[in-house]
C-alpha cells in the first residue's frame, strides 16, 4: 500500500492515467489486507451467492473476511475471482474454511462443491 499523502505519485505515471481505489476499515488502525480467492467450482446446476472466507494459523489466530455487497455465480468447470479482505494479516496459514449463503429465507439450503481453489495475498504476493 501506499500513504494517502503520496499516492498520486506513485500510481500515476505521467504517460498513461491509472485507477485508484483506497479500501479502509472501521477499525482501528483502519486498514485491509486483501487476498484473490480463485475458485472452480463443480455443480451442475448454476448457483449464486455469497462466500465468507476464515483464515487461522498455526498459532490458532483466526479471521473472517468481509462478506461482499454483490453475489458471485458459480458455473460448472468455471473460474470464479472474488476480491476479499480482511482486518488481520496471519502470516502462516494453516486452515482455510468457507461458508457459500444465497441470503434467502424461503428456498432451501444449496452445497456449492469446489473442485479447485486458491488464495492469494495482495498484499504479500510472495506467499
Not at 472466507?53 to 498455526?58: G, N
Not at 473472517?64 to 473460474?79: C, I, P
Request: proline content about 4%.
Amino acid at each position: 500500500g501506499y500513504y494517502a499523502d503520496r499516492w498520486k505519485k506513485m500510481l500515476i505515471p505521467k504517460s498513461s492515467p491509472t485507477k485508484a481505489y483506497f479500501d479502509t476499515s472501521d477499525r482501528d488502525p483502519f486498514c485491509m489486507y486483501n487476498y484473490i480467492l480463485d475458485i472452480t467450482t463443480w455443480n451442475k446446476s448454476i448457483r449464486r451467492g455469497f462466500i465468507k472466507v476464515k483464515i487461522t494459523d498455526y498459532a490458532g489466530n483466526t479471521v473472517e473476511s468481509e462478506m461482499n455487497s454483490e453475489a458471485s455465480t458459480f458455473q460448472q468447470y468455471k473460474r470464479v475471482k472474488i476480491l476479499t479482505g480482511f482486518y488481520q494479516d496471519l502470516d502462516k496459514i494453516s486452515k482455510i474454511s468457507m461458508t457459500f449463503s444465497t441470503k434467502t429465507l424461503l428456498s432451501p439450503k444449496h452445497k456449492l462443491r469446489i473442485l479447485q481453489m486458491s488464495l492469494k495475498s495482495l498484499n504479500n504476493p510472495e506467499r
